[in-house]
């Protein structure tokens, strides 16, 4: 095995295709031998690296870590585990991507040997909020509720989230992953039933802007990413209102806030808003963080989970420091709504988000715009 791996190692950087480099570790582990596919990526990221490295490593570091994590059984499980702990291999974002695709193929019973064995704390902290994702009740795994439920990564951001959904994360969109590839489903842009508005109807209490820097990070967490990595455009904001606004006149007072994304809003471009449930601005939130947009894969399940509702919970003017069951209990009781409009600042392609949230009291609108094209 050792010479095999050697000489694919050493060809590597004269092939123009790797397809049979693919076949040939599809073939060993389809024989039961998980062993060669951990150790030819041990192999690979020893040799030539795992960040900036040649195209041909980098395919197929990445086909032998998909291969391993999703291919049912235990001993692909021990194995891909084996390879992301490895020295020449670790790291936090591949931690991020790998807890995704094991939770997304493996059996909770397989995957409790990554909180007894090998495995590094932050991919156990992924590994469980992707489970928690797919439903599955972590404390009936002995060994993942132990860890779980432990006061030693009190201090880990991801420590915040409940070990359970909430009514508000049902419906959350989760790739589905082979060994060639994964898919998601986009759940931006308009909904039905949304009002047509192009001028004010109902007169709007007057606004003052409020917004801090602060603020408007915590607010678009959930899309920073199209904007860092990609070609997006994010608006955050939020209004003080003079006197109480109902919700139903939401679609009017957007129109008298200056916003950036309606710029341009008139007889010929009109602006469609439709009340949202929470959840709805959950699953588009989620999907926003979790899956990325053009240019990148997002940050997974797990952390996307956690700027889903920090993005909820800035929306929803939630006090910082507040738990887990106070940010839904503030966000449900807002009055939510989705919009698009036909302007110029929207890109009009695949990826567009309009939110704009009314507090209990009538008195805060927060408002989150984003966008982004190929």
């Avoid at 900036?52 to 490593?57: A, C, K, R, T, V």
């Avoid at 940050?299 to 738990?323: D, F, I, K, T």
């Amino acid at each position: 095995m050792a010479d095999q791996i050697q000489e694919i190692v050493a060809g590597l950087p004269e092939l123009t295709d790797v397809t049979g480099v693919q076949t040939v570790v599809d073939g060993r582990v389809a024989q039961g031998d998980a062993a060669f596919a951990a150790d030819l990526g041990i192999a690979l990221a020893r040799t030539y690296g795992t960040s900036g490295q040649m195209w041909q490593s980098r395919n197929i570091l990445d086909h032998v870590i998909r291969l391993s994590a999703t291919t049912a059984g235990p001993e692909n499980v021990s194995q891909a585990l084996r390879l992301l702990s490895s020295a020449e291999v670790t790291s936090r974002k591949l931690d991020r991507y790998a807890a995704s695709l094991l939770a997304s193929s493996q059996k909770p019973t397989d995957l409790a040997t990554a909180f007894t064995g090998r495995a590094s704390e932050e991919l156990r902290a992924c590994l469980v909020h992707e489970l928690v994702l797919r439903r599955v009740v972590v404390g009936e795994e002995p060994s993942i509720a132990r860890w779980a439920t432990s006061r030693h990564w009190s201090h880990h951001p991801l420590a915040w989230l409940p070990l359970t959904l909430s009514d508000i994360e049902e419906g959350a969109d989760l790739p589905s992953y082979s060994t060639r590839g994964s898919s998601h489903s986009m759940p931006y842009g308009p909904s039905e039933n949304r009002e047509q508005v192009r001028t004010p109807g109902t007169r709007a209490p007057s606004a003052q802007e409020t917004t801090t820097q602060a603020a408007a990070t915590a607010m678009g967490r959930a899309v920073a990413n199209w904007a860092e990595e990609s070609n997006g455009r994010v608006e955050a904001r939020v209004f003080h209102l003079t006197e109480p606004l109902d919700a139903q006149s939401v679609p009017s007072a957007l129109l008298t806030l200056g916003l950036a994304c309606l710029h341009g809003t008139g007889k010929k471009t009109s602006l469609s808003v439709a009340a949202c449930p929470p959840a709805q601005a959950w699953r588009v939130l989620f999907a926003a963080a979790s899956t990325g947009e053009a240019y990148n894969y997002g940050s997974h399940g797990a952390y996307g989970r956690l700027a889903a509702w920090q993005s909820l919970a800035a929306l929803a003017g939630c006090p910082e420091g507040a738990s887990a069951a106070e940010v839904e209990a503030q966000v449900t009781a807002c009055a939510w709504h989705g919009f698009d409009a036909g302007t110029k600042w929207f890109e009009q392609v695949a990826w567009d988000i309009g939110l704009a949230v009314l507090s209990p009291d009538g008195r805060r609108l927060a408002v989150l715009a984003a966008t982004d094209t190929d």
